[in-house]
């Protein structure tokens, strides 16, 4: 690594009459900011070795077009830009550096000069033209107000911009200052940049802003600016230098710096750093004494040191080890959810009588909406510690868990002790939610470090790079949630104790709407119970006719809605109270979105029920199978994968080797054809477990026999007709359930899969195990109707 400083000051640089030029695509850079830059190519390092070796001066233009690798052509490049100064350059690897840079001032392009690799021109200065009076006061005053508003609105703006603004009296430096910073398109900035008059920059940027307010405004949020979290912090060290920029334009001393200096050195004292942590406080306490405080690495210091003094190296709660207490506030959370509940009392238990015990690290695995998350808070609340939550979905990178070195421009710690440091306590109930969605990448495999977050063995010296001291997590309760179990790395899971939350049942979600879910959404609506209820059958009504899932998510939200829409007619003084009937649940959330159009199909011999799992629990699936003239054809259709389509396939030629047995004709196919379809059709289907449910809607079909009431089925089949054992049948049958099912096919070799499904479930239901298809057809059609199937068609 090669580290420069750039000394003298640079205010009163001027722009020289050539300067060397690199070209920015999409993007602008202002006189008075400082930001960071990567540059990369050999091309633009062999310019910024040479400008590193002079005056440090560069001519920043943007260009039209995204790079290749020739030389960009003058054409391509606007001819307003800015002169920066490199305050520092870092190596980062063979033809890529890292630079912090000032901008200076704008110049104008005379002419470009030819006779180096890179591009060279003769430039001239554009100064900003005089600016005084009521008016150029006016136009300020009314733009800070609408910049005020921006900050308020967006999230990515720090709050001290809008009151910055209002501290800029040079009205061209704040055109700059608020161009640069808000969310505009590249060009509208190059436009800014071109503009030398200084009223018609204000009058510019203020049309900008009014714009990027409206937007604002209409609630469209400028996420898209920040695609990741990684951008969002180099984003705001990149203002925050900017910040700091202008505060020094601004005249601000030296003397804050020291009182700052000294306030750390206080806390450093007070906060009871680990001693490894005290000697890199210390250390980074007496580099800062040594440098200015507008230098890059002030800034860079300083946060380190914000880091390492507001970690709760020694803050921590007192257990609450009452045992009779900690389960009276997971039952008032919580219906249900027996196993967890025990399993967090007993460790409750275990810790009364040997305080150092290691916590277990459990996995709360189901499908969404069954409270793995919330259960999280509860125990937390149970406990008495602080809760922490962090969602593994889409994190790929291990600096995500471990943060970032300190050397990184805008680097972080890890959101491990981001979480920390938000709890203020090294004891949290810390949730590391949805781990099955942990990704990998080339920047590293972060189930790696997680492994590390988790095991007691190690975690007690847990290094994050940023840090780069050792932190103490073993006093922290992690707990993990997953989907599914299957995409959690092998090793990773080892490490789980797994508890399984299978999704609710009718009755219970009865019970969770009545008991939790109506009651909080009544008070987070500003009702009283006075003002609101929900008769029995409303209630059925929403869990059955408006959601179909495993958890109550969406029925919390269909309840939220009807308390809403109350709420509302209460405030408009329409009505007093109400009370909820299924009549009235069209007014507040609309038509009935699950009808029993399946029971209707089954009217017409040719439709089965099956049974599919997917990563968020059973579903049920009608499959329908229909024939008409034609000349031996199998169409398929419901966006069916291959191997659901071989099944097809063997469904039908087992059926015309056995037309015999089964009383079909036996040329029936010759003039046939057949189509196979299964509705749901956004879902991308597959696998093999259609196939007797495929065989009996063809042999129903077929035998013009109807398929019996409440009915469902899944298994794999051979050519000759034999049921093989599938997956997920837990999920399946409490899929089945749910939807009403009252007797179920299995492959009798998942006969062992029976224990797995929860008792009342399988009380519920009528199971019959089989090995044969011919069996399955004797279960599941009705007795012989007139006609034949195919006549009919
Ligand atoms: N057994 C239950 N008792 C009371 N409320 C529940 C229960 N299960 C889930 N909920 C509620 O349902 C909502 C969704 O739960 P959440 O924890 O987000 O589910 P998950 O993390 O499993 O997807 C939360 O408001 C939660 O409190
Ligand atoms: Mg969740």
């Not at 910055?164 to 009296?169: D, G, P, T």
């Not at 912090?233 to 505060?247: G, P, V």
């Not at 299978?502 to 987070?524: V, W």
């Amino acid at each position: 690594m090669n580290e420069q400083q750039l000394p003298g000051d640079l205010k009163n640089i001027k722009i020289p009459d050539v300067l060397p030029i690199l070209s920015l695509y999409n993007a602008v850079v202002f006189p008075h900011m400082t930001f960071p830059m990567e540059v990369v190519g050999e091309r633009a390092i062999s310019l910024v070795d040479e400008a590193m070796g002079g005056d440090r001066l560069i001519g920043l233009v943007m260009s039209k077009k995204a790079f290749t690798d020739e030389l960009p052509k003058p054409d391509d490049l606007y001819h307003v830009g800015t002169m920066i100064a490199i305050l520092k350059m870092a190596k980062t690897g063979d033809n890529k550096a890292q630079l912090l840079m000032q901008g200076i001032g704008r110049f104008a392009i005379k002419e470009f000069i030819e006779g180096k690799t890179y591009l060279q021109a003769t430039v001239e200065a554009l100064e900003d033209t005089k600016a005084q009076g009521i008016e150029i006061e006016a136009l300020m005053s009314n733009l800070t107000g609408l910049f005020d508003r921006i900050v308020k609105l967006s999230p990515f703006l720090p709050q001290e911009f809008g009151i910055l603004a209002k501290s800029i009296n040079d009205p061209g430096v704040l055109a700059d200052m608020i161009a640069s910073v808000i969310n505009a398109e590249a060009e509208e900035k190059q436009k800014v940049l071109e503009t030398r008059d200084v009223k018609n920059r204000l009058e510019v940027v203020t049309k900008i802003v009014n714009h990027q307010l409206e937007i604002l405004e209409l609630g469209n949020k400028i996420q898209s600016q920040v695609k990741t979290d990684m951008d969002k912090t180099q984003r705001e060290y990149y203002l925050r230098q900017q910040l700091k920029a202008i505060r020094e334009e601004l005249g601000e001393t030296e003397d804050d710096s020291k009182v700052e200096i000294q306030e750390y050195r206080k806390k450093v004292e007070e906060k009871g750093l680990s001693e490894e942590a005290k000697r890199e406080a210390d250390r980074e306490l007496s580099r800062l004494e040594r440098m200015h405080p507008s230098s890059a690495e002030y800034t860079v210091a300083l946060t380190y040191l914000d880091w390492i003094t507001s970690l709760p190296w020694q803050e921590s709660t007192v257990d609450n080890l009452d045992i009779k207490k900690a389960r009276k506030i997971l039952d008032e959370d919580h219906y249900g959810l027996e196993k967890a509940k025990r399993r967090v009392i007993e460790y409750l238990a275990v810790r009364k009588l040997k305080p150092d015990t290691k916590g277990p690290i459990l996995c709360f695995a189901g499908p969404p909406g069954t409270g793995k998350t919330s259960l999280g808070t509860s125990i937390a609340r149970a406990l008495g510690r602080k809760f922490v939550r962090m969602s593994l979905g889409g994190v790929r990178d291990e600096a995500e868990i471990r943060g970032h070195r300190r050397t990184y421009v805008g680097a972080l710690p890890g959101r491990i002790i981001q979480g920390i440091r938000r709890s203020e306590t090294n004891n949290p109930v810390f949730m590391l939610d949805e781990i099955d969605k942990l990704g990998m990448d080339f920047r590293g495999d972060p189930s790696s470090a997680l492994l590390e977050v988790l095991d007691p063995e190690q975690n007690f010296s847990f290094s994050d790079h940023y840090l780069d001291v050792a932190f103490d997590l073993s006093h922290v309760m992690f707990i993990t949630t997953a989907n599914i179990l299957e995409t959690i790395p092998p090793a990773l899971r080892d490490r789980l104790e797994v508890i399984e939350l299978l999704g609710y049942t009718l009755d219970e979600k009865m019970k969770i709407a009545e008991k939790y879910l109506i009651p909080r959404q009544i008070e987070a609506n500003g009702l009283t119970p006075k003002q609101i209820n929900f008769t029995d059958a409303a209630k059925k009504q929403i869990i059955s006719g408006y959601t179909r899932e495993a958890g109550v998510r969406n029925l919390e939200r269909e309840i939220a809605n009807v308390c809403r829409g109350v709420a509302s007619e209460i405030a408009k003084e329409e009505i007093k109270s109400a009370s909820i009937k299924v009549k009235d649940l069209h007014k507040y959330i609309g038509p009935v979105r699950i009808t029993s159009e399946g029971k209707a199909r089954m009217s017409k011999p040719g439709v089965a029920v099956g049974l599919a799992w997917t990563p968020v629990g059973g579903e049920i699936l009608y499959i329908e199978a229909t024939a008409m003239k034609g000349n031996k054809g199998l169409m398929l259709t419901g966006q069916l994968g291959e191997i659901m389509k071989e099944s097809a396939a063997a469904a039908l030629s087992f059926i015309r080797t056995n037309a015999d047995k089964l009383g079909i004709p036996k040329d029936f196919y010759d003039k046939t054809d057949i189509h196979i379809h299964i509705p749901a059709g956004a879902i991308q289907k597959d696998g093999p477990s259609a196939g007797v449910t495929i065989l009996t809607a063809l042999a129903s079909l077929l035998t013009n026999r109807h398929i019996k009431k409440d009915l469902a089925m899944t298994g794999e089949i051979t050519l000759r007709g034999v049921v093989l054992p599938v997956g997920g049948i837990k999920e399946k049958v409490l899929a089945a359930h749910r939807a009403g099912i009252k007797t179920i096919i299995l492959p009798k070799w998942n006969a062992k899969d029976m224990e797995d499904i929860p008792e009342n479930v399988r009380s519920d239901i009528e199971f019959h195990l089989v090995d044969e298809m011919l069996d399955v057809l004797k279960l599941a059609l009705a007795k012989k109707e007139s006609g034949s199937g195919i006549a009919k068609s």
